[in-house]
C-alpha cells in the first residue's frame, strides 16, 4: 500500500471534501454525506468506498434507525497513519505524535533553558523525533509532515522566527527553524502562530466542535489570540499573533512596549503582572516570572482556604467565591495579600473589558483562556471572565461560554499543528504541489 503521504497526495477534489466534512462535523452516514456535498449515490458509494480500502476513513458504528437496517456511519480513520505535531515556546518543547482523528499516541516534552539555542534546539527536537519514529515503527517518509507552532515575529511562509523576546538564549533572530528541523529529519516542516493552531485543535477535537466561530486567547509572556471561523483561521495584517494585546482598554495607562498606553499586554501577562505586583512595594527590583507565577498559586491557595473556612463556619456562599478583603499576607515584603490581590482584580477587569470588544467584534459563542497566567491563577480567570459577562448581559439571548484551558489543556498547541499538517493536504488547490 502506499504511504500515508502518498495516498494523501492522490487525493481527488471531492474526497479532501469529503474528509474535511468529517474532520469538522463528525461521523455521518452516506445519505448525510450526500445532503451535505450534493453528490448522487453512486458516486457516494464510490468516494467512501475509495477511502475506506485507504484506510482514510472506516465505519465507527451505526446511526439510529426509523425502520430496517441501520446505516453505517462513516469518520476518519484512526489506523491511517501519524500526524506530528511540535509546540516551540518559550519555555518549553512539545513533541506530538497523534492519529489522523488526534487521538494521542506518544507525547514527549522537554525544557528550554539559557543553553537552548537554535541549534541546540532543532538538534534536541530532531533526537526526540528519531527515537520515538522508531519507537512507533515508522520512517521519515511515512509521515506527511511536521506541523510546528511557535511564538513572536514570524514569517511562516519562509518558516522563520523573525524576533522573539523571552527566550533565555539570546539567539532566537531571524532562524529558519522549519528549515533546520526539515534538514535534520528529512520531513517538511509547517510553521504557524501556536494560537492559531490551538484554535483548531480545539475546533476539530475540543471544546469548540460544532461551534461557528472560536477565539482562543494564550496568556503568558505575551498575548497570543487565535480566531477559526467557518473551518478558517482569520488572520492580522502582517500576521501578528499579538495584534489582540495592543487594543488598548486605558488611555491613560501604563506605557506599551508598542508606544501607546494601556493595552491588553500591561494587563494581562506575566511581565505585566510582574509589574503590577511589584509597584509601591519594599521589593528593591521587580519580581521575576517565576516569582509572580509563585505569587498568583499562593493568592490563589488563600482564595481556595478563605472558601473553605466560611463553609466550615457554616456561612453561605453564593456565585461569588472571590474574597475581596480576607487575604492578608501573600509577598515577602510585606505588602498586604489584600492590596495585591485588588491589583490583580483590577489588572483582570480591564482585559474583561478587552473581551468583550472581542467578542462583539467576532459574534463568537466561545472564548477559550489558556497559557501560563490563566492556569496559575485561577482568580485572575474568574475576575475578568466576570467583568467581561456583566457588560454582556445586555445581550442575553446569545450568551457567550468562556472556558478556562479548554479542553486539550496544554496539549493544545502541539495537537493543532498535528491538525494543521492535514489541513494544508486537504485544502490545497487541484495541481498545488
Known sequence: MPTFPERLQQLDVN????????????????????????????SMHRLTG???????????????????????????GKNAGLLVGVELSRTEVRILFCRPDLEPVEQIRFPLDA???PDETADKISCCMHEAMARQGVLPADIPGIGLGTVGS???????????????????????????????LDIPVHMDNGANLAVLAERLAGSGQGCGTLVCIHLGMGIRTGILSRGEILRFIGEQPDAFGHLSVDLNGTLCSCGNHGCM???????????????????????????????LETIDRQDEQHQHDRLQGGTRIGTKTIAQGDIHTAHPDNTTGLEMAARLDRAAAAFGVG???????????LVILSGPLVRRSGRFYRTAVASAQRLLQTNPEKPVRFERDGHMGEWAIATGAAAYVLDLFLKKKDGAS
Open 15 to 42: 474526497e479532501r471534501a469529503l474528509l474535511t466534512l468529517l474532520r469538522y462535523n463528525g461521523p455521518a452516514t452516506r445519505q448525510r454525506l450526500q445532503e451535505k456535498t450534493g453528490l448522487s449515490s453512486s
Open 50 to 76: 475509495s477511502l475506506e480500502q485507504n484506510g482514510l476513513i472506516s465505519q465507527m458504528g451505526a446511526d439510529l434507525s426509523g425502520g430496517g437496517r441501520r446505516p453505517a456511519l462513516y469518520g476518519i
Open 115 to 117: 543553553g537552548y539555542g
Open 154 to 184: 514570524l514569517d511562516c511562509a519562509r518558516g522563520i522566527i523573525r524576533s522573539s523576546t523571552g527566550f533565555l538564549h539570546e539567539g532566537w533572530q531571524d532562524v529558519p527553524i522549519s528549515g533546520m528541523l526539515s534538514e535534520r
Open 265 to 295: 499586554e500591561t494587563f494581562a501577562t506575566l511581565p505585566a503582572m510582574a509589574e503590577i505586583l511589584s509597584k509601591n512595594t519594599n521589593a528593591e527590583k521587580r519580581m521575576d516570572i517565576q516569582s509572580v507565577g509563585d505569587l
Open 355 to 365: 473581551l468583550v470588544n472581542l467578542v462583539r467584534m467576532t459574534n463568537t459563542r
